[in-house]
């Protein structure tokens, strides 16, 4: 499985981005999607979760700002980001778990995309 983000920029702090994420290769594997991020000095930490069923998952500090979506048709996850802060920028990374159920919902992702960074300014 192959992803390639795209999407991230500079924006200035209540702006908007949308980040995609592109699937290729052994994608009929693929269970959950998600979105994580990580600042420099901090710990990579997930964004945003959506299951093969439709199921979301957001971090505390994105509820309500941000919107995770995929379309299996064409093999893509999106990461609508609303109202955005300086303490959004990092690089964001897509990932996607082909485990079981049980596996992705313990978030253990198996393929990494190279990450998108977005920078907010204040």
């Known amino acids: 499985v192959q992803l390639v983000e795209s999407g991230g920029g500079l924006v200035q702090a209540g702006g908007s981005l949308r980040l995609s994420c592109a699937a290729s290769?052994?994608?009929?594997?693929?269970?959950?999607m998600g979105w994580y991020r990580q600042a420099p000095g901090n710990e990579r930490e997930l964004v945003a979760s959506?299951?093969?069923?439709?199921?979301?998952y957001y971090a505390d500090s994105v509820k309500g700002r941000f919107t995770i979506s995929r379309d299996n048709a064409k093999n893509t996850l999106s990461l609508q980001m609303s109202s955005l802060k300086p303490e959004d920028t990092a690089m964001y990374y897509c990932?996607?778990?082909?485990?079981?159920?049980?596996?992705?919902?313990?978030?253990?992702?198996?393929?990494w995309g190279q990450g998108t960074q977005v920078s907010v300014s204040s």
């Open positions: 959506i299951s093969s069923g439709g199921s979301t």
């Open positions: 290769g052994s994608i009929f594997s693929i269970n959950a």
């Open positions: 990932a996607a778990c082909i485990g079981s159920d049980y596996e992705c919902d313990l978030f253990e992702y198996d393929y």
